[in-house]
């Protein structure tokens, strides 16, 4: 299906605009496999005249899509869902290759899409459209309307599940939407537009735009644009928060995160180790769900002991996939250096890689645990975006929910306990927006919201679930009165 793209043996990431495929404007670089260092795909980048080509592409389109009725909208949303799954394994291995983690980490993300666009494709029976009479005659109901024209920003980390956060819910309400995915990770868009295609949607109403900052500058600027969606890290997301809605937009930003989890002296001896270390380490620890402080209270080394000794055993390219970059390993490892600097102990130190010679030049980095971490060094506060684990020792619960509460993410955090009221008081007092008990990665499950709260998320409201349906529409409120005929003459 991709080859359709490749010139001279790069895959060429183009712009999808009322159903064509557009070189936009300028070259931008190259995207390199993650595992072997191999260049795969050239990228571009579209400025202001390539997104106002792709507005007015939606444009001619977007009335009558509104219009389609939602059924049958909803069915072209559910052959999109045939089409993922019946090319899951092409789907999998094309976002293994861009973005290094393991086909069947790739193929969990998309299954995760499957579900959000499983809760658009039920919004027919779902909607709670009620009408209620007010008085005699007189009756109050919804009306749910899209905004237009509206586009969403992802980052490289989940490409494909992340735009299918947005797009389903953006297009079940009838929005044309343009999608400008990362420029680390754009291959899997060609594939995601042209299966969209594939199951039916008419021409413009999914427009790609390939492109970096520039572009999302201009899609910010455009004035038909009506709301803006971005998911990525927190500098970025502030910026276009900021951006959009100086533009009158409406905005949702999803920024970074630093997730903590909390280890009770009572937590389950069997599993906790094991949940905790599928928490840092899946997807090479790049996800904004991961765990990367785990708050050690009290006497837990039986639990820390287990973990280290699984961590050691991971294999490159077996249990952990690669890192996206070479910038993202070279600041990693600076990261485990800096922290033994600070004055941590290293108890695994996953610089050190053995892979076989066809994946030498890959982004390896195995899973890394400090312990003694302190809670004011670089490795306790920043977002490595990596698996790497610090462990910071705390006397009470009072003090790691103290330390936990400090961090300006909220996102995820995760207590490990077999204890109900320290459950509660975690769930209670703990600064994020997504709660794990026993449960290293916190994702609910749709329909509940994926969202955070404070520095992980700019703008009101959640990206999946209800959240998603109101972020991407209007309600409108209809009051209604008809005034009976005296005469009570029907035909007149
Ligand atoms: P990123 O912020 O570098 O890029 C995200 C998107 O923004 C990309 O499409 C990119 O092209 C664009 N972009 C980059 N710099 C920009 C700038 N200066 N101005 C405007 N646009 C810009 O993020 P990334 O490296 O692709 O993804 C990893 C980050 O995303 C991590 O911080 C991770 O925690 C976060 N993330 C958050 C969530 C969440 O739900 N909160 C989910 C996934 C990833």
Known sequence: ????????????????????????????????NPHTGKAIARTYRSNAQDIHKAVVAAKAVQKDWAQMSVRERAHILNQFRGWILENLTLLSQTISDECGKLP???????????EILEFAISLPC??????????????????????G???????????????????PNALIVGNCFIWKPSEKTSITSLLIAEGLKKSGLPDGVLTVVQGDKVTVEALCEHEDIKAVAFVGSTPVAKDVYKRATAQ????????????????????????????ILASFTGCAGQRCMAASVLLAVGEVDLIINSLVDKAKEFQPKVNIGAVITKESLNKLTTAIGTAQKEGAKILVDGRKVTIAKEYENGNWLNPTILDNVSPQSFAAKEELFGPILSIIRCKNLEEAIAIENKNPYGNAASVFTTRGDVAEFVSENASAGMIGINVGIPVPREPFSFGGINASKFGHGDITGEGGIEFWSNRKKITTKWIQQK?????S
């Open 104 to 114: 069947k980490e790739a193929q969990d993300g998309l299954l995760k899409g499957i």
């Open 1 to 32: 299906m991709l080859s359709r793209f490749v010139s001279q043996e790069l895959i060429d990431c183009l712009n999808f605009v009322g159903g064509n495929w557009l070189k936009p404007s300028e070259e931008l670089s190259q995207i390199k």
């Open 149 to 167: 024209i509206v586009a969403g920003i992802t980052p490289s980390n989940f490409p494909a599940m992340v735009p299918l956060w947005m797009i």
């Open 126 to 147: 779902s909607e709670k459209l009620y009408k209620i009479p007010v008085s005699r005659g007189v009756s109050c109901e919804y009306k749910r309307e899209p905004l």
């Open 487 to 491: 005469s009570k003459n029907w035909m």
């Open 248 to 275: 009158g937009k409406r905005a949702l930003t999803l920024g970074g995160a630093k997730n903590h989890i909390i280890l009770m002296p009572d937590a389950d001896k069997e599993t906790t180790a094991d949940a």
